[in-house]
């Protein structure tokens, strides 16, 4: 999940999406905040389909960067992170690509965005854990970090 930028409301909304799939959705916040509208008939209107993301594009993880409006995400089918800028239609073509490696972003899980601007990254080799064994010999988990706003340049996510 991740949260957005304050709306005129003072709401926010939350992103979010299934491992399995591909479709982004997002809820206001106040509709999670109010257990009585919330387990309400009508809070079902309350949810949205963004869209989709594309193709072999899974996610374990995303987190909305305030300074840039672009939501990070990870792409465990890609070994990569993807972005996509708030203030654009959530569409294939929107969607971009700041980074792919298939020896650090085995398996992306998780990420965040400091106050500073650095996105990091954390990748393991679950793959290997579940099918095989981890090998000592190797780096088997990593921590990465970047500039957000300059890892987006040369992307859709760039603004």
């Not at 992103?15 to 905040?33: D, G």
């Not at 009508?42 to 300074?67: H, I």
């Not at 980074?99 to 954390?122: R, Y």
């Amino acid at each position: 999940m991740a949260v957005g930028k304050p709306l005129p409301d003072g709401s926010r909304l939350v992103y979010f999406h299934a491992l399995s799939s591909t479709k982004e959705f997002a809820v206001p916040n106040k509709v999670l905040q109010n257990e009585t509208y919330s387990t309400g008939s009508d809070a079902y209107y309350e949810y949205k389909l963004l869209g989709d993301r594309g193709q072999n594009s899974q996610s374990t993880a995303e987190f909305y960067d305030p300074s840039t409006e672009v939501i990070f995400y990870t792409q465990v089918n890609r070994d990569a992170i993807g972005c996509w800028n708030t203030n654009k239609p959530f569409n294939p073509d929107n969607q971009g690509l700041v980074d792919s490696d298939s020896e650090a972003l085995v398996f992306p899980n998780d990420l965040k965005v400091d106050p500073s601007g650095t996105l990091w990254v954390l990748s393991d080799r679950m793959p290997a854990f579940i099918y095989k064994q981890l090998d000592p010999q190797q780096h088997n988990f990593r921590i990465l970090r970047a500039n957000t706003k300059q890892i987006i340049q040369g992307t859709p996510c760039d603004p």
